[in-house]
């Protein structure tokens, strides 16, 4: 091995292994480029390394052929000897962007989980939210989550005295909570969209912007509407219309629009903490491109999956990259008997996840019928699944758009299925489930 204990010969030789891949590359590159002359006289100096190094001769005399042949290279080189250190790192970082392209496109790929449809077995963009000021991290542990975490601090005090009211069912809202989509930058740079909501306290109001993607509803549930029942899209439909039919809201506008604004019962003054919360990064994990060009993808697995020929999708959000359960292969028979998937006539097995479901344990809430008149599984319906389809559905039933409302996922566009969550430092951390 060589290394920094080797003997002065042995790392006379390794150095004498370079120069000679030098003047290779030198000698292919260049010479129908060289005069006979020039030519002759790398020849020379390139094989007289060569068999000193054969000979294994002393560290002196090796040092002395390189000599010779690195004049000889300065004036035969051109472009391919010497080179200035910015072509080198050029020429490296080149390299090295195809071979990671290369692993990317054949191999391993890494992915970003971007929703909460496979919540709780992946995350998608999530919250913490603080209830107290006590609760909030310092300045040193908001370091720490921004780094194991990608954590986020999003804090908005009272820009006046009363009580805060949260407007819901706005023209463009991605939820129940009312938001506009308005230009942002991804990582305070790169430009995108990002969507912002608007809170008031009395006739005052505060914004703040967040990512396409992320779930506010779920920040606005845990802080100010939960009652006892976890979190879902349908409990915090049911709690503000609770709110609506009792007529505790006001009409505020925002956007050129009136919204109706639900009173959540807080009382806060100018000045104090009306919201707090960290915005969690969504799980990010390695898929294997490799193993479905040999084997079929098995039901229970989590798959990656291309929407582009996927019309229900493509239409709308182009090709993308999904992930989902595999529940359905070609010929199976499925059924929802909520809170349960059946396959085949029988309760589906091959994943924690659908058994928890079925028990609605762990933060699994159970499979629900597609709330939609065109979809799959409605209520006593069942679904046979083509040949060459595959049927797609994510753990978090209630919140998951899934095959129920687009369809069949087409077997060549199966990319891979994931094996390593590497970040963020949670509880996910590790093999995929």
């Known amino acids: ?57 002393a560290a002196e005399k090796l040092q002395l052929a390189i000599e010779r042949l690195e004049e000889v290279l300065r004036r035969t080189g051109g472009a391919v000897y010497p080179k200035s250190s910015l072509v080198e790192n050029v020429e490296f970082f080149l390299v090295a962007a195809i071979v990671i392209l290369g692993i990317r496109t054949y191999f391993v790929q890494p992915f970003k989980i971007p929703t909460n449809s496979m919540w709780p077995t992946y995350n998608g963009m999530t919250a913490e939210v603080y209830k107290t000021p006590a609760e909030e991290p310092n300045i040193a542990a908001v370091a720490v989550r921004g780094v194991a975490l990608g954590a986020w601090p999003h804090r908005l005090d009272a820009p006046g005295d009363g009580e805060v009211l949260i407007p819901v069912h706005g023209p463009q809202s991605r939820g129940v909570v ?19 909501y ?66 959540v019962g807080k009382q806060v003054r100018a000045g104090e903490r009306m919201l707090a919360f960290d915005q969690l990064t969504g799980d990010q994990l390695l898929v294997d ?32 990259y999904y992930i989902k359960r595999l529940v359905g292969t070609p010929g199976d028979i499925l059924e929802v008997r909520a809170p349960m998937l059946m396959r085949n006539g029988k309760p589906i097995d091959g994943s924690v996840a659908f058994d928890s479901n079925a028990k ?21 319906e069942t679904v046979t699944v083509p040949a060459n389809r595959y049927f797609a559905m994510g753990d978090n039933s209630g919140n998951s758009a899934d095959s129920r409302y687009w369809g069949f996922v087409p077997g060549p566009d199966v990319v891979g299925r994931p094996i390593f969550v590497y970040f963020p430092f949670n509880r996910h951390w590790g093999p995929a489930r």
């Not at 100096?45 to 000193?52: G, Y």
């Not at 009312?178 to 995108?192: A, D, E, N, Q």
């Open 178 to 196: 009312s938001s506009r989509t308005v230009p942002g930058h991804t990582w305070l740079v790169i430009p995108t969209e990002v969507r912002e």
């Open 360 to 380: 609605r344990t762990g933060g699994y809430l159970g499979y629900n019928h597609p709330p939609v008149t065109d979809g799959y599984l409605k209520p006593g």
């Open 289 to 320: 491109r490799m193993s479905y060009h040999f084997v079929r993808p098995q039901v229970g697995s989590g798959f990656v999956f291309r929407t582009g020929n996927i019309p229900g999708i493509a239409r709308d959000m182009g090709d993308q």
């Open 1 to 57: 091995m060589f290394g920094p204990f080797a003997s002065p010969e042995k790392k006379m030789r390794g150095n004498a292994r370079n120069w000679l891949e030098v003047a290779d590359r030198v000698f292919h590159f260049r010479r129908d480029q060289l005069a006979p002359a020039q030519l002759d006289e790398l020849v020379g100096r390139r094989a007289e390394l060569r068999v000193l190094l054969k000979e294994k001769a």
């Open 198 to 263: 608007t809170l008031f306290v009395g006739e005052r109001s505060v914004t703040v912007k967040l990512p396409f993607d992320f779930d506010f509803d779920w920040v606005i549930y845990d802080a100010f509407l939960n009652r006892g029942t976890q979190y879902s899209p349908d409990a915090m439909r049911a709690e503000v219309d609770r709110l609506l039919r009792e007529r505790q809201f006001e009409v505020r506008t925002i956007g050129g629009y009136q919204q109706r604004c639900v009173r």
